[in-house]
């Protein structure tokens, strides 16, 4: 009987570099304001967020996720040639195949790399994360690149007063490569599909092609729900990937969840009773939820604005629909 020859892959995998791509228009609540009824101040007090980003039409997924993606490699200090695969995490590349990560790939200049997309929304790119992790320790590919990104612009139903006002646009991505110390930590991740109706599309695509609703599908949630779900449960699992990463509270420089409602981030902090010292992610006010990209596009800004820096130890949680979640310790690039 043949032996098939061991993998040879890094003993560890690490975070090289992330890069961030916002668009360029800007939206204030006021235009949220002109078709639900609604305040700034409800919108502020009851999410934290105050502007978020939508996309033009040229704009694209796989045209934000080239920009977020050059400059994570550059940061990196690789070429897009030396990446052996790309994972992108998006639930709103509306083309059921190809994959977008395919023309991504090719539109980066890689030589052939493997590409395939994920759909888990807000977890997604802890997901890609934990993916990429195990492709670089078993040898698979040297560098993975992976991708959150989003046009939520285009699954929001503008006449919704409970989801209005939450999404933006955006990409966020990530190198992954080897590393000679454990520099990702074990991912805590699972799904809850009892609790699938909290957060989902409002319709199938077939009801919209067949004529049976006239409205075009978007994202709706049971808000109460999920902010339970998220406060209490999530908190949990944040507190189990510190366990499993070997990390007290106390230890932890950066706290980066995924950016769905400043009062979620809130009553984390105070739930995983985070000290002062710990900088904590809130990008949500100027860029809203934009599920798989947030974490991302909030370990960019930070790093960017120097609030956090290189060598910092980070807890990063992802969740959303599904219901699903991912939470894991990483060293910031």
Known sequence: MAKIKPSKGSPYARILGVGGYRPTRVVPNEVILETIDSSDEWIRSRSGIETRHWANDGETVAAMSVEASGK???????????????????VSHFKQTPAVATEIADKLGTNKAAAFDISAGCAGFGYGL???????????AEYVLVIGVERLSDLTDLEDRAT??????????????????????????????????????TVPWTDYRDGHVAKFPAITQEGQAVFRWAVFEMAKVAKEALDAAGITADELDVFIPHQ??????????????????VT???????????????????MERLLATGQAKSGDTALVIGFGAGLVYAATVVTLP
């Open 130 to 140: 934990t993916l990429a992790k195990g492709m670089v320790v078993e040898g698979s």
């Open 260 to 277: 769905a409602n400043e009062r979620i981030i809130d009553s984390m902090v105070k739930t995983l009773k985070l000290p002062e010292t």
């Open 164 to 201: 209005a006002f939450l999404f933006g646009d955006g990409a966020g991505a990530v190198v992954v490569g080897p590393s000679s110390e454990p520099a990702i930590g074990p991912t805590v991740w699972g799904s809850e599909g009892d609790k699938s109706e909290t957060i989902k599309q």
């Open 72 to 90: 994570a490699i550059a940061d990196a200090g690789i070429t897009a040639e030396q990446i052996g695969a790309v994972i992108v995490s998006t």
């Open 280 to 298: 904590v992610a809130r990008d949500v006010r100027t860029t809203g939820n934009t599920s798989a990209a947030s974490i991302p596009l909030a």
